[in-house]
């Protein structure tokens, strides 16, 4: 797994905010530690130097994740 970033909070929207660390793609699907699926990426936000992810929780419990760093699976790469 690549550790792509921080879940930072939970927005009235329902979506969690997560600031980036390494390169992800709008649908990536996010895990935390124990490769349980939290979140699933919709838009990437904020300046190029320092991105944000806005994500649609995929668990009913989402704010236990807050504070906590997640990754991908994801093999796909930036055009």
Same mark, same amino acid.
């Not at 490769?35 to 991105?51: C, D, H, L, N, S």
């Not at 668990?59 to 760093?69: A, D, F, Q, S, V």
């Not at 990754?71 to 055009?79: C, D, E, V």
């Given at each position: 797994?690549?550790?792509?970033?921080?879940? =930072?909070?939970?927005?009235? %929207?329902? &979506?969690? +905010? *997560?600031? =980036?660390? /390494?390169? #992800?793609? $709008?649908?990536?699907? =996010?895990?935390? %530690? !124990?490769?349980?699926?939290? #979140? &699933? *990426?919709? $838009? +990437? *936000?904020?300046?190029? @130097? #320092?991105?944000?992810?806005? #994500? $649609?929780?995929? @668990?009913? /419990? *989402?704010?236990?994740?807050?504070? $906590? =760093?997640v990754? @991908?699976?994801? !093999? &796909? @790469?930036?055009?």
């Open positions: 797994m690549k550790e792509i970033g921080k879940v =930072l909070h939970q927005a009235g %929207s329902g &979506r969690v +905010i *997560i600031r =980036l660390h /390494n390169d #992800a793609l $709008e649908g990536d699907v =996010l895990y935390d %530690s !124990k490769g349980v699926r939290v #979140a &699933r *990426i919709r $838009e +990437i *936000i904020g300046p190029v @130097t #320092a991105p944000y992810a806005s #994500a $649609e929780p995929i @668990t009913n /419990n *989402i704010r236990r994740h807050i504070g $906590e =760093l990754g @991908t699976h994801s !093999k &796909r @790469t930036k055009n």
